[in-house]
Every structure is written in structure tokens, then in C-alpha cells.
């Protein structure tokens, strides 16, 4: 039997949102007529089965494409902390779960974890030291196997797969004022092999691959200046492209790849701007929304993990501790469910939800009242609409 979501709160995103824009000439300006809140998301939150796994925090949940895997973490306890080694698969399909395999990588909490299209990959994390070693698991083999050391602590970047290579961006997008530019880093999952990307001063915030390639959404806080450049085809260096020259309200952005063309969404507070790359040179605004609920994925300044945001059945998607929000392009409608609609009443500040299809899916974290218990071992599943 499906029961309700109770009191719940997950692990790890970030975000908000860009006001005036002017963009490849073109001059954005603010108008009163721009929808707010919109119609109403029709979500349904189901509790999952209990995990064979104890509670915690700073674990990873990662989409595999058939199932969740929960991996790592700690017990949330300050005095007596205590980190995690096991891990645990659940199926949307079949509503049970299973435990994996015991591994030879150390207990850790806040370490990245990846899908690579046939295995889960873990990096780095936290254990009262940063650390760098890694480790590949198949669910379908069930065995892990060592991977090559990263060449940083990569625990809060944001992978993006490419191929055979995985992209990480910086971690936690921060952009330090003053400070170099952290490069790229890349791993080539064909030679096992860690290279790293120079920024050339620009902090990249986020990355898309398209039809010819792979985009870069990055930053110069010396300017104030968003650009789009594109990864020459080896993966080994920047290349110039377009500039978005912002005010300097600018907080959030975000880029995504809609099928045919990229789509970047600039917010401020709770004011969303979308605009569309069409012949490479010039971005054209195709809608404008009010939201309090719909966050954008990147934040510029500060250190909180990006925000879900993705393109289903011709909508673009966002999954923030504010709720979720559906906007569609064709008909300039906003759509919208709130934290307390969306959650039913739960506490995510720190969720990371995974997309499975037309759900999200999030396991474990901390309780409303900041402590974790054997309650928090349940987890999520949001049903979205399909239509």
C-alpha cells in the first residue's frame, strides 16, 4: 500500500535565481504583464519502503536508470560522529530493495557519486579529511572495482558525461572574488585517465552537451560577464563564443539543451528570465515569469549545490527546497507545487531529488527538527504529470 509522505528532509541543493539582461543587443526590459505563480502542479508524494540501510546524512543517491543507489554518508551525530561504507539499490518497479556488495573504499560522507551509463562511480569525500581515492560499482555484476585517484577533492563538483569522458565542474560554484579560476577537470573512463581544462580567468557554472558538442556556461566576476563557450571536440580547452554581458543583479543561471537549441534561464529573487541561443551569436528572449518556487540551476556567489533543472515532454523542469515548477515554452504557462505540496509538509533544504522518468526520487537526511533517527531511513517519490 502507497502512503503518504510525513515529516521528511534530504539531502543537498542550492539556489534562486536575473533581472534586466541585455544580450547580443538585444535589451530586456522589465514589464508588469509577466505570469506568477501560474496554475497549479499536480504532484503526488508516496513514501518508499524502508531501506535496509541504517539512517544518515551526507550520503549520495544516484539514478542508475532502473534503480536508486544510496551510498555512504555519516550518522549526523557531531559528538560521536560515525561514517558510512554500505549502500543500498531501490526499484520504482518492483518497490524493494537491495543491499550492495561491501567495498574496499574507507567510510565517507559528502563524496561525489556519478552514473556513467553502466557503472556508479564515487570519488573523494569527507572523513574528518578531505580524501581523492575512488571506486566503480555495476549493479549488474554486483562487484566493485579501484579506480585512479582524482587529482582534487571533488565532493561538491557537478559531473556531466560526455561520452567515454566525465566533466566536473568546481566545486559548490563559488566564485571567489580576487582568486583564480578552478579548472576543469575531466576523466577518461576509456584510458583511466584524470586532465584538467584551464578557465583562462572565467569560472565555468555549468555545462550542456548539444548537438555539435559540449557548452560551457561561465563566468567573469571581474566583468560581470556570462558567456556561453564551447569545448573544442579533444575536451582539452575553452573556446570564445557568445557574451551575455549581465547586470549586476545577477545571482542564478542555467543552461539546457532543449533538442534543437540551447536554452539559458537567468533569475534574481524570484524573477526568471528565459532566452534562447539561435544562430550562435545572438540570444532572443522567449518568456519571463514571477516565481517563488521555480529556482534556476547555478548559483554565481556563495556555496550552495546547484538546483535540478531538465527538460521533460517540452517543459523545463525545477526541483529546488522551494517545491517544484513546471514552465512550458509554447503556451508561456507556469506551473507550480510548492514545498509543502510537493513534500507534503517536509523539511528539504538539503534534498538532492534524482529524475527517474516522470519522478523524483530522494532517500534519507536529516528530520524537521535537524537531528537524524530511524525515521529519516524512509525516502520519496514525487510523481510529476506527463502532460
Known amino acids: 500500500m502507497r502512503l503518504p509522505i510525513t515529516r521528511r ?36 508524494p508516496i513514501a518508499l519502503p524502508k531501506a535496509p540501510i541504517a539512517a544518515r546524512t551526507g550520503h549520495s543517491v544516484t539514478w542508475t536508470g532502473s534503480e536508486l543507489a544510496v551510498w555512504g554518508g555519516w550518522n549526523g551525530d557531531k559528538a560521536r560522529p560515525r561514517y558510512l561504507t554500505d549502500g543500498a539499490l531501490y526499484s520504482p518497479t518492483t518497490r524493494l530493495w537491495r543491499m550492495m556488495p561491501k ?42 572495482r579501484a579506480l585512479p585517484d582524482a587529482p582534487s577533492e571533488l565532493s561538491a563538483a557537478e559531473p556531466h558525461v560526455h561520452g567515454s569522458s566525465i566533466i566536473f565542474t568546481p566545486a559548490r560554484y563559488s566564485i571567489p572574488l580576487g582568486k583564480p579560476a578552478v579548472p576543469l577537470l575531466v576523466f577518461d573512463q576509456q584510458n583511466r585517465r584524470w586532465r584538467a581544462i584551464e578557465g583562462n580567468g572565467v569560472h565555468v557554472i555549468d555545462i550542456v552537451s548539444d548537438s555539435a558538442g559540449v557548452v ?51 533569475s534574481e529573487g524570484g524573477r526568471s528570465r528565459m532566452v534562447e541561443l539561435g544562430d550562435g551569436t545572438r540570444w532572443r528572449e522567449v518568456g519571463r515569469f514571477s516565481s517563488r518556487v521555480f529556482r534556476s540551476k547555478a548559483e554565481l556567489h556563495g556555496d550552495r549545490p546547484p538546483n535540478r533543472m ?63 533517527s530511524e525515521d529519516d531511513a524512509i525516502g520519496m517519490a514525487v510523481e510529476l504529470p506527463t502532460r
Open 9 to 44: 528532509n534530504f539531502l543537498a541543493v542550492g539556489a534562486a535565481a536575473v533581472g534586466g539582461i541585455v544580450a547580443g543587443g538585444a535589451v530586456f526590459l522589465d514589464r508588469s504583464e509577466e505570469p506568477s505563480e501560474g496554475d497549479k502542479l499536480h504532484v503526488t
Open 216 to 266: 560551457a556556461l561561465t563566468f567573469d566576476p571581474s566583468r560581470n560577464v556570462l558567456m556561453t563557450q564551447r569545448l573544442d571536440r579533444g575536451l582539452a580547452r575553452l573556446e570564445r563564443a557568445t557574451k551575455l554581458p549581465l547586470g549586476s543583479g545577477v545571482d542564478f543561471a542555467g543552461l539546457l539543451w532543449n533538442g534543437t537549441g540551447l536554452i539559458g534561464i537567468f
Open 103 to 144: 567495498t574496499s573504499l574507507s567510510p565517507r560522507s559528502e563524496h561525489l557519486a556519478v552514473w556513467s551509463g553502466s557503472e556508479l562511480l564515487i570519488w573523494g569525500g569527507d572523513a574528518s579529511g578531505l580524501l581523492r581515492d575512488g571506486a566503480a560499482y555495476s549493479p549488474q555484476k554486483n562487484v566493485w
Open 310 to 372: 531538465w527538460m521533460a515532454s517540452g517543459r523545463i523542469w525545477s526541483a529546488s527546497s522551494q517545491g517544484v515548477a513546471a514552465y512550458d515554452p509554447r503556451t508561456a504557462r507556469l506551473h507550480s507545487a510548492s514545498r509543502t505540496v510537493a513534500f507534503a509538509g517536509g523539511c528539504p533544504a538539503k534534498m538532492t531529488p534524482v529524475i527517474a522518468g516522470n519522478q523524483l526520487l530522494m532517500w534519507g537526511g536529516r528530520g524537521c527538527d535537524g537531528s537524524v
